[in-house]
């Protein structure tokens, strides 16, 4: 099979999969794969790089270093709205909606970062802790 037609076949296989997985047809296919537990990586990564951005953007000077490390902070934050979507972590519209508002705030601060824009990063930031409230709100016990 040439390689092209092969990337093809495993990209249809992985759409069927994921169509199956959705629509609750395989239990087997819904079978958790990841160790890591939503509350893990919201003390291990969310908060940590949340709090990391927000320090780091309030500070009065930031070094070209400083910025390298917030576009780090930001993307692995981005990173974490994929992460929420996957394994079957995500039970409903409720969470989904707040994923992607963690996404697209995210991907507005990375565009402010690389700006050099603090001010318009810790705007983005504000937005993003709107992802935080209202996930929460309706699934933090
Ligand atoms: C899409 C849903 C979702 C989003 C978005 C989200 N969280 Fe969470 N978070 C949860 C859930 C669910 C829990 C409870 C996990 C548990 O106890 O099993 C939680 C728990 C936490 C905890 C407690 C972790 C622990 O020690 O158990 C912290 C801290 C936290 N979130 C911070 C944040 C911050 C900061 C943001 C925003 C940048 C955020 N979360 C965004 C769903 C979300």
């Known amino acids: 099979m040439k390689r092209t037609t092969l990337a093809l076949t495993i990209g249809l296989l992985c759409g069927f999969a ?5 629509s609750g047809v395989s239990a087997e296919a819904k079978k958790k794969k990841r160790s890591l537990t939503v509350s893990q990586m919201m003390s291990g990564l969310v908060k940590p790089k949340y709090v990391a951005l927000k320090e780091g953007l309030s500070k009065e000077t ?6 390298k490390a917030l576009a780090t902070h930001a993307a692995l934050l981005n990173e974490s709205s994929y992460s929420l979507m996957q394994d079957d972590r995500c039970p ?8 992607m508002i963690l996404r697209k705030a995210s991907n507005d601060v990375l565009a402010n970062i690389a ?12 937005k993003m802790t709107l992802s935080c409230k209202n996930c929460h709100a309706a699934h933090k016990q």
């Open 18 to 22: 994921t169509l199956v997985t959705t």
């Open 62 to 67: 930031i070094s070209k270093d400083d910025w």
């Open 92 to 99: 409903d519209g409720d969470w989904k909606e707040a994923a």
């Open 115 to 126: 700006k050099e824009n603090a001010t318009g990063a810790l705007k983005a930031v504000e």
